[in-house]
């Protein structure tokens, strides 16, 4: 990230060049016309296994090893810059909050607290995720805040299930795609880092593909919540296969000492 | 991948399993593990106390005597902090084993935590500390042999508070029950700095079947009930 935005500094006439044809839109919540609620931008950039490292695993039901997001998005709606369709109450609770981190007086989020970042954000992290297959079992780890997903395979979910961050997956196979499918998730988080609201009832579905020959990982992720939303949505998401990146000890609780640079995480 | 070179790889890989298939029949350790019994100080496997040195005897008097008044600032699991190791290993809580190729993940239902020991491969010798260190394995027969360094010190080595150094070396080594219901752990310590010579200790650990590894969230508990021993 570091290295994009000092050629984009070195280079205007790329920029100039980059924003005829990227996204027209300014990073403002999509049609309010609002300064007050500009949006932080997505980091824009491409977290590519560095050149010699091995090509990605082809077998579409092996999606063991670090996978890496390409970008990331404040805002998780049904694309870039646009909110989740909340409903008009939400959408105010949304701006407020919009409002007071563009102040410099931020909500305190989960995350900021050290709990886990709640679904569908934890999948929207700047930090590598590394996939453990076991029979039965497929095992997200996250590095950051050490998060933790277990989803169980074949099988329902629990009658009744005590809610959690992070919630209750299960998860089957159809065809290549791995569909995993979570409930039971607090309402002590936020859809996404801006703070878009959801609640007890919200339902997740992602659906993992691998793309690319094994290289990405795509995800579909679908995200259903009567209470908070006006109907379902969904967004896309690209990781890369990254075996040349191992997961660092990420301890929130000491103000976490490790963070990524161009793609590998150091010790501050 | 071209139609060859996609053959390659897949007899690259049939041949590659059947390799690691004939190097070890190792016993597979994946499942939920919780520790039998309660550990408190840990006792070494000639029945003793580790054989502090004198500097590290004074640490570890003061740790007990602030105990004893019900004072565990000196214990950093009371503020969320890792508990280190072999302290992890010696905790009431289960864990669990995700047992691969290249990778054994230990994951702590204590907070969360993950570990991941690097199958054969060297410890490096320089090693940034961190809670849970760095830790390489192997296999030696059907005995899971875990290699660690890197250890910060703030974190105590047992649920009693036994300090160690930075360059602590933790040996560890699993054996599973013919049953595949237990697990045995020999662990030495070795710590110039904080014993007078290398000592061992052993924990056992049952397999609790059907057992689903609930979120555990130290920032969401409250102090009195976060998990020390």
């Known amino acids: ?268 | 991948m071209s139609v060859a070179s996609r053959y390659r790889h897949a007899v690259l890989s049939a041949v590659a399993l059947t390799l690691a298939a004939a190097a070890h029949a190792a016993p597979d350790l994946t499942g939920v593990w919780q520790i039998t019994g309660h550990m408190g100080a840990v006792k070494t496997t000639d029945g003793g106390a580790p054989p502090l040195t004198a500097d590290a005897k004074a640490v570890y008097d003061a740790h007990r005597k602030a105990a004893a008044k019900g004072d565990y600032s000196f214990d950093g699991v009371t503020r969320c902090l890792p508990p280190g190791l072999p302290r992890l290993m010696l905790m009431h809580e289960p864990f669990e084993i995700l047992q691969r190729d290249k990778i054994v993940y230990f994951v702590y239902q204590v907070n969360r935590l993950p570990r991941r020991a690097y199958l054969n491969e060297a410890l490096p010798t320089d090693v940034d500390p961190h809670y849970l260190g760095y830790s390489v394995a192997h296999w030696d027969a059907d005995t899971l042999v875990v290699e660690s360094a890197g250890f910060d010190d703030s974190t105590l080595l047992d649920n009693a508070g036994l300090p160690h150094s930075e360059d602590m070396h933790l040996t560890e080594r699993y054996q599973l029950s013919p049953d595949g219901k237990r697990l045995r752990l020999t662990y030495t310590v070795e710590d110039p700095k904080t014993f007078t010579k290398p000592w061992s200790a052993q924990a056992e650990y049952t397999h609790l079947t059907g057992y689903q590894i609930p979120e555990e969230v130290c920032a969401a508990t409250p102090v009195a009930k976060r998990p020390r021993d």
């Open chain 1, 1 to 268: 990230m570091r290295t994009l935005i000092t050629a984009s500094f070195a280079i205007p006439a790329l920029v100039l060049a980059f924003s005829a044809i990227g996204d027209p839109r300014p990073p403002t919540l999509y049609n309010s016309g609002d300064p007050t609620l500009t949006l932080t931008p997505g980091l824009r950039g491409a977290t590519a296994a560095p050149k010699g490292t091995p090509a990605g695993n082809p077998d579409p039901h092996d999606l063991e090893g670090v996978w890496w997001l390409t970008g990331y998005e404040y805002l998780l709606g049904p694309e870039p810059g646009v909110p989740p369709p909340l409903k008009p109450q939400y959408l105010r609770i949304l701006e407020r909050r919009i409002r007071a981190k563009n102040r410099g007086t931020p909500e305190a989020d989960a995350s900021t607290q050290c709990l886990p970042h709640g679904m569908p954000r934890v999948m929207e992290s700047p930090y590598p995720i590394e996939i453990v297959q076991t029979p039965g079992r497929i095992t997200f780890l996250h590095e950051v805040a050490h998060n933790i997903r277990r989803i169980y395979l074949d099988q329902p979910h629990p009658r009744h299930v005590a809610l959690s961050f992070l919630g209750n997956s299960v998860g089957h196979w159809e065809g290549d795609t791995l569909v995993v499918d979570t409930v039971g998730l607090n309402d002590r988080t936020f859809i996404d880092d801006e703070g878009s609201s959801h609640s007890t009832q919200e339902h997740v579905i992602e659906r993992y593909r691998k793309i690319d020959n094994g290289a990405s990982l795509e995800l579909i992720m679908t995200v259903e919540d009567p209470v908070t939303l006006e109907h379902p949505y969904s967004y896309r998401r690209v990781f890369r296969w990254r075996p040349d990146v191992r997961p660092q000890e990420y301890v929130c609780e000491e103000n976490n000492r490790n963070a990524p640079v161009n793609g590998v995480t150091v010790a501050k």
